[in-house]
């Protein structure tokens, strides 16, 4: 008898689910369903080529000819509630019989309260919202983006590279400051002014209004566009009441082989947090790369297979003409260790967090590749470093291992 795979979510971990199933041998039915009305598409273009009207089709696709894999897609159908114990997802074109349900509907983008509908204002989560912010860029209208986060500088990168007057506006004192710690995000303060564009750190936006923002001292800024780039949260508000587990953070609590709870139901990507053994706590990660690397899991557990998601977490990003990398997960207590001096005018650096046993957890790399990849591989490998030879800018990573 034929059995069917249903996914709900056509974005990366979607997709590379469906993927995924068919490498690894399932040959019954999969339908994927997904809310956007267009093909499936990546979104890390959306904050650089997109905005910057340089994108091309081959920039925004996930790489996966899904006709070719025998997989039905449903575009613009949306799930709207689970019953677990008919195995039947509902959506807004009816219900759906399944043997295996994927969650797979990532995130939405956290809005300021009050400013849903206030003309100006975006959000930069799907391609519809960067096709509606890309003609104030065009026209080079001013943008102010609220938050210093990934979005907000890559969204400043572009506006500024598009000519358009473009502050950023940071509650906290430092960019980056819910990723990095000041020390390492200190040097790049100085990233934006030479973009020519202004940041503003320790000052919180308390009101939102057509063609302006105003800031909690009473200063008002005046902008075209308003970009609220103040994070992420998982897209679950639809399993309430499904029996589907939900941690505080809105994410399925799955478990290490991404199983949601009811039988036959698995979770993956940005609307799912796993335990992490490596890590001796539950992870929520909003990046590409985890959501590339879930689906293998999420395939071979539905094929019955035993399997754990446990990955080093490892994201990029493009920002004012550099490339950010960042793998592992540093800890208070580790210590930072900087290759070349941004302070000093290096251009390209990177850093390290080391336990005081020498091994490493962390590596962030600015226009250091290298750096990242050697050390991504020795996070993943823990093998202890020699911490003079480590700081060392011109000693490879992989020859700093202690001796
Ligand atoms: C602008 C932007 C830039 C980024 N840049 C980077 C980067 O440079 N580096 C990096 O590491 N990461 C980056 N990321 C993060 C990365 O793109 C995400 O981690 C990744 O897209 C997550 O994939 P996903 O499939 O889990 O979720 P999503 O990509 O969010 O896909 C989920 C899909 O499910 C659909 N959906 C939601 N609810 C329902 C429902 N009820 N029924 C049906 N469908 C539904 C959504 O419409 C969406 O299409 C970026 C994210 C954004 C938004």
Known sequence: MKRHVVIAGAGLAGVHTAAQLREQGWQDAITLLGA???????RPPLSKAVLLG?????????GVDLDALGVTHLPGRTATALRP??????????????????????????TLPGTGGTPGTHVLRTLDD????????????????????????????????????????????????G???????????????????????????????AGEVELADGTVIGADAVLVGIGSRPATGWLAGSGVPLAAD???????????????????????????????RRLLVHHWDNALTGPRTVAAGILGRAAAHDPVPYFWSE????????????????????????????????????????????????????????????????????PDRAADPATPLKAAAAR
Not at 184 to 204: C, D, F, Q
């Open 250 to 280: 809105g994410s399925v609590a799955a478990d290490a082989a991404l199983r949601a709870g009811p039988p036959g139901v698995w979770a993956v990507g940005d609307c799912a947090s796993f335990p992490s053994a490596r890590y001796g």
């Open 130 to 177: 960067a096709r509606r912010l890309r003609p104030v860029l065009e026209s080079r209208g001013s943008v102010v983006a609220v938050g210093a986060g990934w979005i907000g500088a890559e969204a400043a990168t572009a506006a500024a590279a598009a000519g358009s007057p473009v502050t950023v506006v940071e509650a906290a004192p430092h960019v980056l400051a």
């Open 36 to 42: 956007e009305d267009h093909a499936p598409y990546d």
């Open 54 to 62: 340089t994108a091309t089709p081959a920039d925004l696709g996930l």
């Open 319 to 386: 920002q004012f003409g550099r490339y950010v990398q960042y793998a592992g997960r540093h800890g208070d207590g580790d210590v930072l260790l900087r290759r070349g001096d941004p302070d000093g005018g290096d251009r390209a650096w990177s850093a390290l967090w080391l336990r005081p046993d020498g091994t490493p957890t962390a590596v962030l790399a600015v226009d250091r590749p290298r750096d990242l990849a050697q050390g991504r591989r020795l996070v993943e490998r823990g093998t202890p470093l020699d």
């Open 179 to 209: 990723a990095l710690p000041p020390a390492v995000t200190e040097p790049m303060r100085a990233w934006y002014a030479e973009a020519g564009a202004t940041l503003l750190t320790g000052r919180a936006v308390t009101g939102v209004r």
């Open 85 to 110: 114990g008919d195995r039947v997802l509902d959506t807004d074109a009816g219900p759906l019989p399944y043997d295996h349900l994927v969650i797979a509907t990532g995130a939405m983008a956290v």
